[in-house]
């Protein structure tokens, strides 16, 4: 069946540093990708998406490549901010249905 | 952001009660789905919906059911609340296939049966 793998969490940084949140799933055919973000005590957001191989979705200074022949959707950041902290999630929508399938979730802390 | 609320935010209640969560959405999104959230165990799916009085279960749906009567409000019931229904309990809703299914998610109730 279909599946994503995270990165065991949680992550601890100091402000402006690089961040990758390592994301891999198994699934058949073409699925598409997300990143979702929740913050202390609040529903989850959507981050970025992509929905085919190559693409990159991107938002607030967060990035994420599509990689078919990897099966990866790693999430990174160039300069964290301590507002970034918070619990990142990857998951997938498999072509034909309607559910999502969601990684467990890595926290990430950033210092001042 | 999208029109989802979720009633109510807390609750307490005994073990043994009914309990019934609201989730209400002003996007007229045609799927919603009820998840819990547990340490953990990250996002596991209870119930979702793909239309009015259209249910299905997802991978934890025993003690639990669900209803939808009108397009933008979709209930979940537990009929007999146990502690380990003790979680965060989220609503999220989608439009469809040309939007790859991507969810949006109310703020979540916190549940706790003691």
């Known amino acids: 069946g279909n599946s994503v793998t995270q990165m065991e969490g949680p992550v601890t940084l100091s402000e402006e540093a690089f961040l990758t949140i390592n994301c891999t799933y198994t699934a058949t055919g073409y699925p598409s990708l997300f990143w979702y973000v929740q913050y202390p005590g609040e529903g989850l957001q959507l981050l970025l998406k992509a929905t085919k191989a190559d693409d990159k979705g991107s938002n607030k200074g967060f990035e994420a490549t599509y990689r078919k022949e990897t099966t990866s959707f790693h999430l990174e950041k160039g300069s964290v901010q301590v507002s970034d902290s918070a619990v990142y999630f990857c998951a997938l929508s498999q072509g034909g249905s309607e559910k999502l399938v969601f990684g467990k979730g890595t926290k990430l802390t950033v210092n001042p | 952001d999208a029109g989802i609320t979720q009633s109510p935010r807390h609750k307490v209640t005994e073990t043994g009660t009914p309990v019934t969560l609201r989730c209400h959405q002003t996007?007229?999104?045609?799927?919603m789905y009820w998840y819990r959230q547990d340490p953990g165990h990250g996002l596991r799916l209870i119930h979702y919906?793909?239309?009015?009085?259209?249910?299905d279960k997802g991978e934890v749906s025993d003690g639990y059911s669900v209803s939808r009567s009108k397009t933008e409000d979709f209930l979940l019931t537990l009929e007999s609340a146990t502690s380990s229904q003790t979680s965060v309990y989220f609503c999220?809703?989608?439009?469809?296939?040309?939007?790859?299914?991507?969810?949006?998610f109310g703020p979540g109730t916190r549940l706790t049966v003691t």
């Open positions: 996007e007229n999104h045609r799927y």
């Open positions: 999220a809703i989608s439009e469809s296939r040309v939007t790859a299914y991507e969810q949006y």
């Open positions: 919906s793909y239309g009015v009085k259209d249910t």
